[in-house]
């Protein structure tokens, strides 16, 4: 046992490294989850080294192991210290030296030649497209953040969210988010999470100085959205990201970002230093079980059925695939497996951005052939093949009621993506390959509910669900 008590505490320090991790993986802003991968990384670098020089002089097979174990141990090694240095080396899209103009420019021409295969692409747009490019090429100084700004645009002038440039950009050497993270409600900005709690809750009144108003405009006007619904929906990437920002003329400093809040009826101004963008990403995005839409964050995929009552069915509704379940689901329905009580489907596509289109249509033909009525719950997050769903219902000429928000996109709108990245600065790009005419004189970008949710703060802060109010009143008066 003595031999060993090195290994075991090296194997120890791994194994609680790996436990904390485990508890704190969604909030790598805070220390425990530094101290935790600076536990798993010492031990398990320790643990190995102890054990190449224990075996070092043993047989042979034991020195074979011995230096098979000290090169992982000296790559895990160099992978940590080049990371820490400049983790752009690791990544392979990404030079780690700066992005000259002239690379800048070849970037915009690759993007230019793919964003000429949307199906949407026409003489207009290549002309707004080639100024862009002229304007960048007549600028001087350092364009890096002119040039993130550049290639925004240049995407969101086809006014679809398929389409946009990823707001991370990795050829910085650090690229920063502010430590929140923002929703437009019905009543203003506010910050739903932060690393500091004492912030959440907050509303955003400006940004240095800039108002938030102003603030969000600007960022809208880039994002390209389908429609203003789905700008609020994105500018929850947008509205942190310090080197967006910077690009606006909105900041000029990741380690001082001044916000000025209101936080209980009292306005102060917080200073903020910013977070690296990987680190904000794994943050903020990760996918959360929570039921109402709150930021550009995943949903948990989640297709799920519950009867809430003796004649109401629920079903929880994250993602459009899995045409097995769904096709179950529509034979249950119609053969009343769930109880010939049961006389009203109401279906969550709150948190629904889409999935595969191709999974549904067992699922659509039962429910159109059943005698069942149908509620849809929507937000600004339901989108891409969850519209198409809604669309191809519709098309049934079954009857349905829409509660919530106006959806991400209309009946008809570009989708299916291909993603490619940039030569020179690693930036990935997402362009839309087809356009989906589902019903085409319903010429709306977007469909509208028959019942609308203003969607206050209050709301969600306390936990009040303005969709399920609203279903409330419509089940009463349906019964």
Same mark, same amino acid.
């Given at each position: 046992m003595k031999n060993h008590k090195v290994a075991i505490a090296f194997l120890l320090c791994l194994m609680v490294g790996i436990v904390v991790l485990f508890y704190v993986r969604k909030e790598p802003l805070n220390f425990k989850f530094n101290l935790s991968i600076g536990l798993i990384i010492i031990g398990f670098i320790g643990f190995i080294g102890h054990l190449a020089l224990k075996w070092f002089r043993k047989s042979i097979v034991k020195k074979i192991a011995a230096g098979i174990f000290s090169l992982i141990g000296l790559g895990v090694l160099s992978i940590v210290i080049i990371g820490y240095i400049d983790a752009r080396i690791l990544l392979p899209a990404v030079s780690s030296t700066p992005v000259t103009k002239m690379q800048w420019l070849e970037d915009f021409e690759v993007m230019h030649n793919s964003l000429k295969e949307h199906p949407v692409y026409n003489d207009s747009l290549e002309g707004i497209i080639n100024k862009l490019k002229y304007d960048f090429e007549n600028k001087s100084g350092n364009l890096d953040h002119l040039a993130l700004i550049t290639g925004i645009r240049m995407v969101g002038l086809f006014n679809d969210s398929h389409s946009l440039m990823m707001p991370l950009p990795l050829y910085l050497k650090n690229p920063k988010y502010l430590p929140i993270q923002t929703y437009v409600f019905w009543d203003g900005i506010y910050i739903t999470k932060a690393s500091n709690t004492d912030l959440i809750g907050a509303r955003i009144i400006s940004i240095n100085n800039h108002p938030i108003d102003v603030v969000y405009d600007k960022v809208a006007s880039l994002i390209g959205a389908d429609n203003s619904w789905g700008a609020k929906n994105h500018s929850s990437l947008y509205v942190p990201n310090i080197d967006v920002l910077k690009g606006l003329d909105i900041v000029s400093s990741a380690e001082e970002v001044i916000?000025?809040?209101?936080?209980?009826?009292?306005?102060?101004?917080?200073?903020?230093?910013?977070?690296?963008?990987?680190?904000?990403? @794994?943050?903020?995005?990760?996918?959360?079980?929570?039921? $109402?839409?709150? =930021?550009?964050?995943?949903?948990?995929?989640? *297709? !799920?059925?519950?009867?809430?009552?003796?004649?109401?069915?629920?079903?929880?509704?994250?993602?459009?695939?899995?045409?097995?379940? @769904?096709?179950?689901?529509?034979?249950?329905?119609?053969? $009343?497996?769930? =109880?010939?009580?049961?006389?009203?489907?109401? *279906? !969550?596509?709150?948190?629904?951005?889409?999935?595969?289109?191709y999974t549904y249509n067992g699922l659509i033909e039962k429910l159109s052939q059943s005698d069942i009525k149908i509620t849809l719950l929507t937000s600004r997050k339901t989108y891409s093949a969850a519209i198409n769903f809604i669309s191809e219902l519709q098309l049934t000429g079954k009857k349905f009621r829409i509660i919530g928000e106006p959806t991400g996109a209309g009946h008809n709108h570009s989708g299916d993506p291909n993603t490619i990245f940039l030569p020179n600065s690693g930036l990935m790009v997402n362009i839309s390959t087809k356009s989906w005419h589902f019903i085409p004189e319903l010429t709306d970008n977007s469909i509208p509910p028959d019942v609308f949710i203003e969607y206050n703060s209050s709301d969600y802060f306390e936990k009040n669900d303005p969709w399920m109010k609203a279903l409330r009143l419509e089940l009463t008066k349906n019964r």
């Open positions: 916000l000025e809040l209101e936080i209980d009826g009292k306005k102060i101004n917080k200073k903020l230093k910013g977070v690296s963008a990987v680190k904000w990403s @794994l943050w903020a995005l990760s996918s959360s079980e929570e039921k $109402q839409p709150v =930021g550009w964050n995943l949903r948990t995929p989640k *297709i !799920d059925v519950e009867t809430k009552n003796d004649y109401t069915l629920w079903m929880t509704f994250n993602e459009i695939g899995q045409e097995t379940v @769904l096709t179950d689901i529509g034979n249950k329905i119609y053969n $009343q497996f769930y =109880g010939k009580e049961i006389n009203h489907f109401v *279906i !969550d596509l709150r948190n629904n951005g889409g999935g595969d289109n």
